[in-house]
């Protein structure tokens, strides 16, 4: 067991939740439901749940679960309350987050993704497993934040009505006010860039590292700089990484999505550069297209970045953008429902037992989109009737925490004799892209691209990749000569081995198509039939059903190729509309459906 070092409880004391725990605690005892709003780094999602444990509410066998937006988050978090708790992680105190699960029965405190605990109440509509859950981070306004709260309301008063162990509902908000309540103040004095995503921060981390090593030889007045990046998609034990103080003597820069905007802590940090900029994900509900497009941020997340420089000592922020352009943002962030695909939710909600088209909303969504969504899951077979109900088959397609077009990839792979394969493509579309290219080597990166590349397009080219990789006896080395992502390979061999086990429990038949790829091609149609780009004349394309116009990324191994129909997963918008890992369709597949 770990010890709890003294000097984590004297910081907690200092923390202004510490300071109204008593009257905290006795507005809980007092009441099922609870808001609780608080400055960022108050001490709401690290203390609150503690206390709780403290004062005994939880009750005998029961859990407190604390939902997260993010995985990041819930997963640092979970490791500094263990921290503070002085218990191993996944003992008293764990997470669950998709595709990671480290809690036992004995977990008393359970940070997870708000979609994992959605997956719970589809498990168990009741939640008996909780006698807590708090409801964090709601002013995000996360789509399964969302839904969770209606879905924990639900919970509630079904106990209620079965007289069991009520459940008690927390939720609890960031102010939008910077953080007051930092207290330890910077050792060295840390900087925290805001950045878009993946790519940009891992192009800017490698920038970021070269100019350091420079400073270090021609410097002296400079400490040594460390540069850690932040995003989701990376891997847990490196995001982890950026949150260890810099050691003496040494300055850390840390590179990061959003996600250092209100849910994590990052110790130390005295400058804040803002660039303004945050990639969303946007449904057009006109277009059924799901675009991942940068955006500007809005007034009060341009307000939260600058509160991350810290109060205590002076901390400075440096926005890259002109007062006029701040004047211009909005004042809040649209919430995601609003503006996502619902498809996967209703097919959650209906798996729970509940109609999308009547559920008790905070903000209802638009009608179109939750007409869209249910008109997609009946394409898909998962949903029939009006009422909607789940088919057999949208039950199956319950179980997958994915997308509902791609549990349909898998489940159509089943009939085209390709579900190794379709696991294979689908766990890797699910994480990071696995290909490298570092600036100074480009050329060789795309020469090693190349080697991997199917004229059948992307998923097939991906899929030589991952047989590739699991043919190599040396794995890293392996990844280093080939220019690929080591950990985003291992990341996407474990998602691929829980699809695996899922589909064994829905009992479906794995069986391989071996060099005969054009059947996955076929399982990709049928779940993904929307998707569809036709080339013109004039040499560009347009999508199928919405005749928009669109390109080929030149990521693409069919980029230069231009085949006739592409079948694309993503749209991305940066300027134009870039569609993003494709395959060649052969027209006759579509008619014959
Ligand atoms: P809130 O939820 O109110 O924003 P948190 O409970 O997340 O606040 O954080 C409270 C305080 O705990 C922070 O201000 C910080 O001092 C400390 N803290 C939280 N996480 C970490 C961490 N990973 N490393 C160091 N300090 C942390
Ligand atoms: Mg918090």
Redesign the pocket.
């Known amino acids: 067991e770990v010890k709890s070092n003294p000097n984590i409880q004297q ?2 004391k200092a ?3 510490y300071k109204h725990r008593k009257r905290l605690l006795e507005e809980i005892r007092k009441h099922n439901s609870l808001i609780i709003i ?11 749940p503690q206390l709780l444990l403290s004062s005994g509410m939880q009750g005998g066998s029961g859990c407190i679960g604390i939902t997260q937006p993010r995985r990041v988050a819930a997963v ?2 979970a ?2 309350v263990a921290q503070e708790q002085g218990v191993q992680l996944g003992s008293q105190v764990g997470y669950c987050v998709r595709f990671e699960d480290v809690s036992t029965s004995d977990t008393r405190i359970k940070y997870l993704t708000d979609g994992m605990m959605v997956r719970e109440a589809m498990r168990d509509e009741n939640l008996s497993d909780y006698s807590i859950i708090i409801l ?2 709601a002013h995000e306004r996360s789509v399964q934040t969302d839904v969770l709260l209606g879905v924990a309301r639900r919970a509630q008063s079904l106990r209620k009505l079965k007289s069991q162990t009520p459940l008690k509902l927390l939720i ?1 908000s ?1 102010t939008m006010d910077a ?1 007051k ?4 103040s910077p050792a060295n004095e840390d900087i925290l860039v805001f950045l878009t995503g993946q790519e940009e921060i891992e192009a800017a981390v490698m920038t970021a590292r070269q100019v350091a090593k420079q400073l270090e030889k021609t410097s002296e007045v400079h400490p040594p700089l460390k540069v850690f990046p932040l995003y989701s998609a990376l891997p847990t034990h490196q995001q982890l990484e950026a ?1 260890k ?1 810099s050691p003496p003597g040494m300055r850390k820069l840390v590179l990061s999505t959003n996600v250092a905007e ?6 130390g940090i005295r400058h804040v550069i803002d660039t303004g900029v945050v990639k969303v994900r946007t449904h057009h509900p006109t277009t059924g297209l799901d675009v991942l497009r940068v955006e500007n941020i809005s007034k009060a997340q341009a307000w939260q970045r600058t509160g991350r420089a810290g109060r205590e000592s002076p901390g400075k922020c440096y926005r890259t953008y002109t007062n006029n352009d701040f004047e211009r943002m909005k004042e809040m962030p649209v919430p995601e429902i609003q503006r996502c695909s619902l498809a996967g939710v209703a097919l959650q909600l209906l798996a729970i037992g509940v109609d999308i088209t009547t559920f008790d909303f905070m903000d209802k969504p638009p009608k179109e989109a939750v007409e869209v969504a249910v008109g997609c899951l009946e394409k898909l077979g998962a949903v029939k009737g009006s009422p909607p109900q789940l088919t057999t088959l949208g039950k199956t397609m319950s179980l997958f925490p994915l997308d509902p077009r791609f549990t349909k990839v898998l489940l159509a792979s089943v009939e085209h004799k390709c579900l190794e394969e379709a696991l294979t493509v689908i766990a890797l579309l699910s994480g990071e892209s696995v290909f490298t290219e570092p600036p100074a080597k480009r050329e060789q990166a795309h020469a090693a691209r190349a080697r991997f590349a199917s004229m059948e397009g992307d998923h097939v080219t991906l899929l030589n990749v991952y047989r590739g990789y699991m043919g190599a006896s040396q794995k890293k080395p392996w990844c280093h000569d080939n220019f690929l992502h080591p950990r985003n390979l291992e990341y996407a061999t474990e998602v691929r081995k829980q699809l695996a086990g899922l589909a064994e429990r829905a009992n479906l038949e794995r069986a391989s198509c071996g060099a005969n790829t054009e059947s996955l091609r076929k399982s990709l149609l049928e779940g993904l039939s929307d998707n569809l780009a036709e080339l013109q004349r004039d040499n560009t394309y347009l999508t199928l059903s919405t005749r928009q116009p669109v390109a080929i990324h030149p990521s693409s191994t069919l980029h230069t190729s231009r085949p006739q129909l592409v079948l694309f997963t993503e749209v991305v918008a940066t300027g134009r509309c870039y569609l993003r890992d494709l395959s060649v369709i052969d027209s006759s597949w579509i008619t014959t459906k």
């Open positions: 910081q907690r923390l202004p939740v608080g400055e960022t780094g108050s001490g709401k999602t690290t203390q609150i640092s978090i490791r500094r964090d981070e609890m960031a953080d309540f930092r207290k330890e949150f103080p209100t849910s994590v802590t990052i110790g």
